[in-house]
């Protein structure tokens, strides 16, 4: 029996050897700034690319909550790599609400969203939201407020 659990200790040691034997560590401290910049725009590419794949592509443009879009929160992503962050690559919204005595729009919040980054926001029946962007490119992602299984 002492025979069958050694040899079985020793097979379980040598195939975990071997399996971790394919994983390479990344020492970070050991990189120069050139690879830390390329593995970034690498770890950024990626993750957009995976936003991507979530969000809905989003255009500039004024949209009437109820009319143009629908109530709810809402994750809003720059598609710009970080990299290429400058004020030209920066996106930016306003939420808020007509004043009928005015006959205008008060802005109640405006936000920057910079290069490769996100910015979560709420709509409300009866406000407008305002995306202005040159050269980014944008993706509107729908959060839910409640998870699927609650009433």
Known sequence: MKKLVVLMLTFVMIFSTVAFAGVEEVNLSEMSLDELVSLRTQITAEINSRLEG?????????????KDIKPGSYIITNLTPEEEDSVDTWMDYYIGHYDDEKDDIVIDLHMYVHAGTSNMFTLEEGQVFKLYSDKSKATLEVVEQKPSWAP
């Open 54 to 66: 979530n969000g809905e592509p989003f255009y500039p443009g004024l949209y009437e909550v109820g």
